[in-house]
């Protein structure tokens, strides 16, 4: 912020920032796996009356996948962002948004979760305008507005809980809310948080807002917003529902499972309706927010399990397919599929990575996406959700029709566009985004060293009482 003009120096402060801000997390991560759940109460006043900041698994787990894929976003956006945009303030906005998604990972005050939304909301604004183009504006304006509402409705909502249970620290509140037990107004409250952040996360119907508003800004902005915002308000319902509305389940995550399941079919029906590159993954976001909350409602070990792979699997593999459709769109000059074609004859590194990312995003085994799919079907079954469990698996057949088409349409048949890119532009572009597909390759590969710590995530979600002792420790 203090030299907006000097471009280099805002790009060495960016990329050291963030290189900075890994290290601590995952320093914290282990910190985590080691001792348990880490919990500090600012201000030197005893929960629940200090605000509370903690770290379990799941939240370290985000944080540490938001800091990394914002680091491959600024190393992309060097190359791609254009030297007009850097020194309008572009990489203060991207960590001032990382900042607020990160602190909603990790608070542990209802109320400060709505102060965190609004510090990322704040930046997105600034991201989402950042070129004044004529769409970023008007797409702007219905963004902005959704979330004014939105941001209104969670105040409004957070009043109402605090005139029951007296308290926003989040342990606190699941403590209370437990003695109250099943009442109306616990579920009306369920259901009015769940609308909340329906909208920012995307669930059916309050999606509307996102495919246009995503797809205005630059490739980048695109990749972060993608990966990272509608993570932010999916995060928010596993938290709640997992924390605090545990005593209507047969209401509240019944009403959570239809709307997954109808969610799914929006995205499904929009991936393949559109012919336009940023549209087709786009709703493929919507289609992922369907299948994670879908085993946030099963409520049972190996659904809940499969949502946090599948949460973190797909926070990586949208970046990188956000990525590499941004080097496709650079080549060619337009995201409209039909005016593209045979990119494969001269530049078969980026097909092939275009592929492989599209299959671990179809959850093709061992890529990224299939441990996570298959223990969500696995919870679907276990809570006996049979027809539920097998749409969950064809909607993947769906997700790859959809990816692969891109792959037919882009890099087969005969050449047309034009391929307007420098080999020195297309390498800088390229090293980013292979490395973040790489990095994708290996959370599928691997995630078998993952399990321990996806198992310490799950044990908190299915057990509330390791939370709320974590933050009480020590209170008498």
Sequence with gaps: MFFPKKVKAQRITAITGLLLALVSAIILLVKVKTDGVQALTLGSWAPPFGITMVSDMLSVLLVTSSILISLFVVWYSFSSIGEEREK?????AILFMLTGVNGAFTTGDIFNMFVFFEVLLMSSYVLIVLGGEKVQLRESIKYILVNVISSSLFVITVGYLYSVVGTLNMADISIKLADIGQTGIVTVIAVLFLIVFGIKGGIFPLFFWLPGSYAAPPVPVLALFGALLTKVGVY????????????????????????????????????????????????????????????????????????????????????????????????????????????????????????????????????????????????????????????ILASSLVVLLSAIRIFIYAFWGEEKGSHDISPKLYRHLMAPTVTLVAITVLYGVGSEFLVPFMTDATSVLLDPSVYTDAVFEGVK
């Design 88 to 92: 309008a303030f572009y990489y203060p």
């Design 236 to 391: 928010a319902i596993i938290r709640t529902y997992t924390l605090f509305f545990t005593t209507d389940v047969g209401y509240t995550h019944e009403l959570l499972m239809i709307i997954s399941i109808i969610t799914i079919i929006a995205g499904c029906i929009g991936a393949l309706a559109y012919f336009d590159l940023k549209q087709i993954i786009i709703y493929n976001i919507v289609i992922a927010v369907g299948v994670i909350l879908f085993g946030v409602s099963t409520m049972n070990e190996s659904g809940l399990m499969g949502s946090v792979f599948y949460l973190i699997h797909d926070i990586l593999i949208k970046g990188a397919l956000f990525l590499l459709i941004g080097i496709i769109i650079k080549i060619t000059g337009t995201s409209n599929l039909r005016k593209m074609g045979g990119l494969i004859k001269h530049y078969p590194i980026l097909g092939w990575s275009y592929l492989i990312a599209a299959f671990g995003l179809a959850g093709i085994p061992p890529l990224s996406g299939f441990v996570g799919k298959l223990l969500i079907v696995q919870g679907g079954l276990e809570g006996e959700y049979l027809w539920q469990s097998i749409f």
